[in-house]
T-cell receptor, first 111, second 117 residues
Framework: TQLLEQSPQFLSIQEGENLTVYCNSS?????LQWYRQEPGEGPVLLVT?????EVKKLKRLTFQFGDARKDSSLHITAAQPGDTGLYLC???????????FGDGTTLTVKP | DAGVIQSPRHEVTEMGQEVTLRCKPI?????LFWYRQTMMRGLELLIY????????DSGMPEDRFSAKMPNASFSTLKIQPSEPRDSAVYFC???????????????FGQGTRLTVV
């Protein structure tokens, strides 16, 4: 079983602060994705990383895939209330057909 | 395209009743996934289809759960009989490429919130 552990489980910060959330596993993945889910909605894809050590930036969000492709991190700079939501990582093996999701990090950014 | 469409958005039913959840994937997507989300267990994959054929149903909790995909534009998830522990948000998602592909992106519906009392 591919197990993805996310930390922290909950995070509450003030607007303007920086934060990092983590996604860790003992398994190697060919690709890892980060999704954001808002209340009452389904998850929406933010990014896909596929190469060990890869870093991708999406405005104030920076995603990194570990060198061994077992872990990933999401860093948000100068968080805004609009960043509030549930952040999920999902890992898959090459053309596996399905992904395994982590338990998620619930982020609250207070104005 | 309107995205993945699920119905109903909310369902409240009594224990023992049959529940049917419906999903219309994005046109042209060959992969369809059913997930269940709860606070305790997070987002769990129940079953997925490729070209209308069930590929992996190892996540289906028990025989009370069944899923069908009679054509490329429609899928159902049925629970019979329903139990209170089935209460959760059920998501349908579709994708053009398989998960694990560099190009893949799963598009999720808005979910069906099921409450079994």
């Amino acid at each position: 079983t591919q197990l993805l552990e996310q930390s922290p489980q909950f995070l509450s910060i003030q607007e303007g602060e920086n934060l990092t959330v983590y996604c860790n596993s003992s398994s190697v993945f060919s690709s890892l994705q980060w999704y954001r889910q808002e209340p009452g909605e389904g998850p929406v894809l933010l990014v896909t990383v596929v190469t060990g050590g890869e870093v991708k930036k999406l405005k104030r969000l920076t995603f990194q895939f570990g060198d061994a492709r077992k872990d990933s991190s999401l860093h948000i700079t100068a968080a805004q209330p609009g960043d509030t939501g549930l952040y999920l990582c999902a890992g898959a093996r090459t053309n596996a057909g399905k992904s395994t999701f982590g338990d998620g990090t619930t982020l609250t950014v207070k104005p | 395209d309107a995205g993945v469409i699920q119905s109903p958005r909310h369902e409240v039913t009594e224990m023992g009743q049959e529940v049917t959840l419906r999903c219309k994937p994005i046109s042209g997507h060959d992969y369809l996934f059913w997930y269940r989300q709860t606070m305790m267990r997070g987002l769990e994959l129940l079953i997925y289809f490729n070209n209308n054929v069930p590929i992996d149903d190892s996540g289906m909790p028990e025989d009370r759960f069944s899923a069908k995909m009679p054509n490329a534009s429609f899928s159902t998830l049925k629970i019979q009989p329903s139990e209170p522990r089935d209460s959760a948000v059920y998501f349908c998602a579709s994708s053009f490429f398989p998960q694990g592909s560099v190009h893949t992106e799963a598009f999720f519906g808005q979910g069906t919130r099921l409450t079994v009392v």
